[in-house]
């Protein structure tokens, strides 16, 4: 199976800057497109940012121009730099893969456990 570990989180306060990863791991074979998403209480889950396998990113009109997504592929990793944070950016945050395991012919889509964000003084 794959993982999805993300790592990263915590508090901090509005203005200031935190440094999202996420590993993959386990029997991945093929790692496609990555991306995070957030989910804050009450609200329903938005699209952060995405990253295709060449660095082709996508980001949620909230969050352009703050956030930055990076990828390195070597490491099976995504990264999301959030710079100019706010409060509404408090939320679970979660890595999602789109991945084959070794012996595959399809492709999976994977999602991590999350990790939490907030943005408070």
């Known amino acids: 199976q794959v993982q999805l570990v993300e790592s990263g989180g915590g508090l901090v306060q509005p203005g200031g800057s935190l440094r999202l990863s996420c590993a993959a791991s386990?029997?991945?074979?093929?790692?496609?497109?990555m991306g995070w998403y957030r989910q804050a209480p009450g609200k329903q889950r938005e699209l952060v940012a995405t990253?295709?396998?060449?660095?082709?990113?996508n980001y949620g009109d909230s969050v352009k121009g703050r956030f930055t997504i990076s990828r390195d592929n070597a490491k099976n990793t995504v990264y999301l730099q959030m710079n100019s944070l706010k409060p509404e950016d408090t939320a679970v945050y979660t890595c999602?893969?789109?991945?084959?395991?070794?012996?595959?012919?399809?492709?999976?889509?994977?999602w991590g456990p999350g990790t939490q964000v907030t943005v408070s003084s």
């Open positions: 386990g029997s991945a074979w093929n790692i496609r497109d």
């Open positions: 999602n893969a789109a991945a084959r395991v070794f012996g595959a012919t399809e492709w999976g889509d994977y």
């Open positions: 990253i295709t396998f060449g660095g082709t990113a």
